[in-house]
């Protein structure tokens, strides 16, 4: 069983994250119902399975995040926060066990839309493109949920992806996303408004990369 320690975030729609007791350096996600839906703010799982068809959704976001680490080269793994699976904890309920991305100082790593620290460089966005080239692109994989929440500046050359989960519902008319063209139209497109948001240049136009480590 899983210890709870220190809550670090409560932001997102459908989770908490606490630190792992005696365990600083990992963390768990457990479902909580802070967003509302049709007036009420019901179990996460029940709006899961009621919009997507998804019984869990943190064993669906387990399940996503083992299907795109399978395809990212040992070289990059550090890029993908490191998950180790589902536990029980200390609260009753089964959470996502995974890495605490934590900076230099021992702080935990800010996702990129909260980051207020000086400018990043170049070479932080060159790693993103080369994550959305070497891997999301390159294997026809849709990452679910690219945006600047769900990156984290581990360093001003490491960024860290985050969020595997599914977030939004696939209609019939979307049936073209299984489709591998697609699919990858889908993630340049969100790599694109990433780019945009953050206020830098569009590095899916770039025709050659030379990150620096």
Known sequence: MIELGELISSVGGWSNIYVVKDAPNMCVKVLAP???????KPDPNLVAKK?????NMLEFEYANYQKIINCVPDALKKHFVRMEGMQMTSIGVR???MERVITADGSTAPSLDHYKSTPLPDAFFCKLEQLRRDVFFKHSLDHFGV????????????PVLIDFQKNRRIYRSQINLY??????LKVTRNFQRLYREAQVQDWTTVSKLNCIE
């Open 179 to 184: 489709i591998p063209y697609f699919t990858r």
């Open 147 to 158: 945006a600047r929440r769900n990156v984290l500046v581990k360093d001003d050359h490491t």
């Open 34 to 40: 802070h967003r509302k839906y049709q007036g009420e």
């Open 51 to 55: 919009k997507y068809g998804i019984d």
């Open 95 to 97: 959470g996502l066990v």
